[in-house]
């Protein structure tokens, strides 16, 4: 309900309003009352009312320079002047102020109530015009983050000419012409396991991050779902860039650490001095990201000091095995388990490579180290997809029989590339596992948003809340598994409904929007031109020239035959 407060020093007067109105019955709440401006100020500023009436003569403070006060503190206030005067002057200064109405005394209930009610219809307006609105925005940001993420792959594919790439940036607000070029992975998520649920903290550090990137110029956020983010920085010069991104990083760590329930971690590419070498900044930033599965989370990870970091490992090419070298640490199933519950396909190679980087050079010359290392590895994996709840047989055929791992043993590299298969296929497994797991989801979600398209309440938490898991985590999840993300997939549902709406009824176009879900006939308008190519005049047109043109068509097949059944 709106909210009135009544500003009135004639005792009777202010008893008269407040009384013979029926306020809760026409819609309105009547929420509080003073005799004169100086008393009425703080009490306004503290209930925020959406209409004030006040008479224009009291002692300490008169209406007008009450009004004065209101509109600078809530400029959305609409406000109704009671005077005794009827003068222009007056009149025309509650004008300046931005005073809705003006009414000369005396006002009968009646009058008073019908100003009222108008003012109030207007404001309901002016709410759901500026709900729309908001709605809107929301839905065009989702759009363009998508439309991003879809114009970086295009730029890590190498594959785009320059000139392309920079025109398409321009129309994505991503001005891409620079001296040098970076790229950042960022994850962050609780100290806990992910179980598909969020903490307040994370969503609410994921919102000060993407503020951070909005605000430093040239860095550009890209999502990466369940993965977390990619940043590009761009800057005039090596020195530059270094200074920029230690500056970033600083941030984005204080913000994960604020808490001290988050977790985080980076991996940062080598600086690149062309915009198709991104691609290769970003190789070297997912190398550095993958050690998180080797290596304690709330670390930075330089791409540039990779190899010190192997060489501080690592050891001599002596076979023998150097236990001073190795990190026993290093040799736990745990490590595995954890690549095999989150790690990527795209990140196995990485991943091999860095395990047995960690393990030591020396040691890993050693066959009987690597038996070791690679029956570790195969028993955990094993178990690991006994877990997802496959059979031995099913394993064996995946896997082959342990009796025959003996062949992978003749060198490092035989043996890397067998525990990389196996690490792909028991992957494999698990995404099958998952795409049952989240089918049903998905499944429901989808006849979630069937069956409530229309609503101007859907949204992407109110189905995500439905299949009760976080915003986030949905989101990232419907587009992993369809291809388009929830907007997307309701924009087109709901177009669908409205052509068929305007194929197959007379109703006017903003009548179909509002069937469709969209209140603003304007919103409905460019939504359907922006995804159809035309509008919504213009698809009934075609169409009834089209149905008109097959009309015709079948009158004439209809008469040939005939005068061919008269000529037999």
């Not at 043993?409 to 494999?428: D, G, H, Q």
Request: hydrophobic letters at 40%; charged letters at 30%.
């Amino acid at each position: 309900m709106l909210k009135v407060f009544l500003v009135e020093d004639e005792i009777v007067m202010r008893e008269g309003i407040k009384n013979n109105i029926p306020w809760e019955e026409e819609g309105f709440d009547f929420v509080g009352e003073a005799s004169d401006g100086e008393l009425a100020y703080p009490m306004i500023r503290k209930l925020c009312p959406d209409i004030i009436i006040t008479d224009i003569k009291m002692p300490f403070m008169d209406g007008l320079e009450l009004s004065r006060l209101v509109k600078k503190d809530l400029p959305d206030v609409s406000i109704i002047i009671l005077s005794g005067y009827d003068e222009f002057e007056y009149a025309k200064e509650a004008i300046r102020i931005g005073v809705t109405e003006y009414l000369v005394k005396p006002v009968s209930s009646a009058k008073l109530l019908e100003a009222v009610k108008e003012i109030g219809s207007r404001i309901e307006k002016e709410n759901e015009k500026k709900k729309y609105l908001e709605q809107f925005k929301k839905e065009m940001k989702e759009m363009e983050l998508h439309e991003k993420e879809k114009f970086l792959h295009e730029i890590l594919s190498g594959r785009i000419p320059m000139t392309e790439l920079l025109e398409k940036g321009k129309k994505l607000n991503i001005h891409l012409a620079a001296g040098v070029y970076d790229v950042v992975l960022f994850m962050m998520r609780q100290a806990e396991d992910m179980d598909g649920t969020c903490s307040k903290e994370l969503p609410a550090a994921w919102d000060t991050v993407m503020e951070l990137a909005e605000q430093t110029e040239n860095i550009y956020m890209f999502n990466r779902g369940i993965d977390g983010v990619e940043f590009l920085l761009l800057d005039e010069n090596e020195k530059r860039m270094e200074q920029k991104r230690d500056d970033f990083l600083k941030e984005l760590t204080d913000i994960a650490s604020k808490s001290g329930e988050l977790q985080y971690f980076i991996g940062v590419g080598n600086v690149v001095n062309r915009l198709r070498e991104v691609h290769e900044s970003y190789e070297s930033a997912s190398k550095a990201f993958s050690y998180r599965y080797l290596i304690s989370s709330n670390r930075i990870v330089y791409a540039e000091h990779m190899e010190e970091m192997r060489a501080g490992i690592g050891g001599s090419d002596d076979a023998d095995i150097d236990l001073k070298e190795l990190d026993f640490g290093k040799i736990d199933r745990k490590i595995i388990k954890n690549f095999l519950t989150k790690g990527l396909l795209e990140e196995v190679s990485h991943f091999i490579e860095d395990y047995f980087s960690s393990l030591g050079s020396g040691n890993v010359e050693s066959i009987l180290f690597r038996q070791y290392i690679t029956t570790d590895m195969y028993f955990g994996t094993v178990a690991f997809v006994e877990e997802l709840g496959y059979d031995a047989d099913s394993i064996i055929a995946v896997f082959g029989d342990f009796k025959a791992i003996s062949e992978v043993f003749p060198s490092v590299e035989k043996t890397k590339e067998y525990l990389k298969n196996m690490i792909r296929e028991a992957m494999n497994l698990r995404d099958r596992i998952s795409v049952k797991k989240y089918g049903s989801l998905i499944d429901d979600a989808k006849a979630y948003i069937e069956h409530n398209f229309d609503s101007e309440d859907i949204s992407l938490n109110s189905v995500a809340a439905h299949v009760n898991i976080s915003a986030s985590h949905f989101s990232s999840i419907f587009s992993g598994e369809e291809g388009q993300t929830f907007i997307e997939h309701l924009t087109a549902l709901r177009m669908d409904k409205a052509k068929q709406l305007l194929m197959c009824s007379s109703l006017k176009s903003s009548e179909i929007g509002y069937a469709v879900g969209y209140k603003d006939p304007h919103y409905f308008s460019y939504l359907f031109k922006k995804t159809q190519n035309c509008t919504p005049k213009e698809y009934r047109m075609r169409g009834k020239a089209v149905n008109a043109e097959s009309t015709r068509n079948a009158y004439n097949t209809g008469n040939a035959y005939r005068a061919g059944m008269e000529e037999v």
